[in-house]
């Protein structure tokens, strides 16, 4: 089978096109022929194998496991044994490692039966970007119908799943993003907007319930001033180009002062779960939800794919496609 490679760590140009062998289901596992797939910036780091530390678990010296991409979406080949949930020719989506190919295993566990009305594109945008937005608003900053909640990097994959799921949770949002990703963040349902070259949130005067950050431009002393007086700085990350020091040193400044005030931080982590797919699905299905598709590109041009990812220039999630 053809499968997209990284055998080094480095910039797009170490990702290679290459046959191999086709993988076979361990217990619990589904074998899936990929329809298509969603690139991710987890992606850019296993490949890059930065931050440094990462490497640790992905390999020191070079990738232990040299395939890449984990949303899929495709049709149900085969199962391992103990699996009683899913049968060949099942629609499913979730994550897997090596998603990047014509098929891969993934734990029965973290997939599921993908909708009818939903396409093999719509089902692979979602799994990493949306559960991080939904476990972020829902499970840590417990937002709820009339808060106010401001998406600071709202134009990118989790972003524009963090606007809707903002929504849909009954909160008013305010989008924080580029010029050119304005129109972009009203149409998925921003209440208001800002272009952060021209304006800068934390000194508006406003005050936000939720500040679900993506961005990790501010530092906290400008944060907390943009809060109300029990709201939560939600911290998911921070562009690559800042580098791994800086979000963290701001993300421990918050935790370190959230003892002593009722303002809070929490870090947006966790795992993707079946109930949280199957619910993505509905809200998709519903529509709900639209993921915000910005380019779908063949399995031969992943590494243009994850370079334009990288660039930046994404309103939204970037697909991959697998011919058949």
Not at 44 to 63: A, Y
Not at 98 to 109: D, I, N, Q, V
Not at 180 to 194: N, P, W
Not at 303 to 309: F, K, P
Request: with cysteine; net charge positive; proline share 6%.
């Amino acid at each position: 089978m053809k499968a997209i490679t990284y055998r080094e760590y480095g910039p797009p140009d170490v990702l290679r096109l290459e046959e191999i062998e086709k993988p076979a289901p361990a217990e619990g596992e589904v074998l899936i022929r990929i329809r298509a797939a969603s690139v991710n910036a987890m992606d850019c780091h296993f490949m890059r194998g930065e931050p440094r530390f990462i490497r640790l678990m992905t390999g020191v010296g070079k990738p232990r496991n040299p395939r890449l991409g984990v949303d899929v979406a495709g049709i149900v080949e085969g199962v391992g044994p103990k699996v009683t949930d899913f049968k060949p020719g099942d629609e499913v989506f979730g994550v897997c490692r090596g998603a990047f190919a014509e098929y891969a295993c993934a734990p029965g566990l973290k997939v599921a039966i993908k909708s009818a009305n939903v396409s093999f594109e719509q089902a692979a945008a979602l799994p990493v970007a949306c559960v991080t937005a939904l476990l972020g608003l829902r499970d840590k900053g417990k937002v709820r119908a009339g808060q106010k909640v401001l998406i600071n990097g709202a134009g990118g994959g989790v972003g524009t799943f963090a606007v809707q799921i903002a929504k849909h949770l009954g909160a008013e949002v305010t989008a924080v993003t580029t010029a050119k990703k304005l129109e972009l963040v009203r149409g998925i349902g921003a209440d208001h907007v800002i272009d952060y070259t021209r304006d800068d949130f934390t000194q508006n005067g406003k005050r936000y319930d939720a500040i679900f950050d993506l961005g990790s431009n501010h530092p906290w002393s400008e944060i907390k001033h943009s809060l109300t007086a029990s709201g939560t700085r939600l911290f998911v990350g921070g562009p690559r180009e800042a580098g791994l020091l800086r979000p963290f040193v701001e993300l421990f400044k918050g935790i370190l002062q959230s003892p002593f005030v009722s303002q809070k931080v929490q870090l947006v982590s966790g795992r993707v779960t079946r109930d949280d797919l199957i619910l993505m699905d509905k809200l998709v299905a519903d529509g709900k939800i639209i993921p915000a598709i910005d380019g779908i590109y063949p399995l031969s041009d992943v590494a243009n794919a994850v370079r334009r990812l990288e660039g930046g220039s994404v309103g939204g999630k970037v697909v991959i496609t697998i011919p058949q």
